[in-house]
């Protein structure tokens, strides 16, 4: 199966705090694999699933599990790294531009046209909470209109304070296939300039490579099948699951034998 490889660098600086992460990508049609550390989250036809690698072991704990018509999570499953599966199209580390496109109210106010031959296209918009946003998509014709930047300002509230968020996008076109080189994220107060978060994501070692399908599967990893699987495993006994289900076995011939041994007194007592 022909896959997509890639990294995924990421910087975030908050409150003076800088943590640094890379995770790796595999993308082949539907199924989508995010690898950080020694956790990976995939996305495939039929749900998601979460397993974490046990080095002491060396066998993989599945971590969570969902099929795609039973839980949001399922859908989405990688939400808070929609830059590193959706570089060309994320816009936060939640939304894509497919979802702010479908606000509860969109309303295109005006488009220019830059000598670079960029255009921006000023936009109001209402979300489903009615919180207001003001912004500006700058769009990229030569690139399929891929969007190199976004900025909007959400209004003021009664409990929250007005906050400009803006994006930067830098394409890479030398080759066949468009790629997304960086991704420049801020977010500030509108109203004071402070900058409240600053994320800087690079992307790097695209390739395509031919992949075992299995991999994007729970077999792969030598865990039950999703039919056999936990739907959701709570976070107290995700990592011991299978201990529960031998101790259950475990009970059940327990009482089995329990149960033959007062048969058998029984019997004796009635011979007697």
């Known amino acids: 199966m022909l896959t997509l490889h890639y990294r995924c660098h990421i910087e975030t600086t908050e409150a003076g705090r800088t943590v640094k992460k ?21 996305k495939y036809e039929e749900g998601a699933f979460a397993v974490e690698h046990n080095k002491q072991g060396d066998q993989w ?43 509860p109210v969109f309303r295109p106010t005006a488009v220019s046209f830059r000598s670079n031959g960029l255009i921006d296209l000023t936009f109001a918009s209402e979300g489903a909470e009615a919180r207001r946003k ?63 978060t600053v994320r800087k994501i690079t992307y790097s070692d695209y390739s395509t490579t031919l992949t075992d ?9 030598n865990l039950p099948t999703p039919s056999e699987a936990p739907e959701d495993i709570p976070a107290s006994q995700r990592s011991s699951w299978y201990w529960w289900v031998g101790v259950g076995t475990v009970c059940v011939v327990l009482s089995l034998v329990v149960a033959r041994i007062a048969r058998r007194r029984s019997s004796n007592r009635r011979s007697a």
């Open 22 to 42: 890379t995770g790796e990508i595999m993308r082949s049609g539907e199924r989508v694999m995010f690898i950080l550390g020694d956790t990976r989250v995939c």
């Open 61 to 103: 704990l599945l971590r969570r599990y969902a099929r795609v018509d039973s839980q949001d999570w399922a859908r989405n499953p990688f939400e808070g790294w929609t830059f590193a599966i959706h570089p060309l199209t994320a816009l936060s580390t939640r939304d894509q531009i497919r979802i702010e496109l479908d606000a």
């Open 134 to 196: 003001n912004g500006t998509i700058t769009v990229s014709p030569q690139n399929h209109y891929a969007v190199v930047k976004w900025t909007h300002t959400i209004a003021k509230t009664d409990t929250s304070a007005p906050i400009k968020y803006s994006f930067t996008r830098e394409i890479d076109d030398s080759g066949m296939t468009l790629r997304c080189k960086s991704v420049h994220a801020v977010v500030t107060h509108a109203e004071t300039g402070r900058e409240l």
């Open 213 to 221: 399908p299995s991999e994007f599967t729970l077999n792969y990893y």
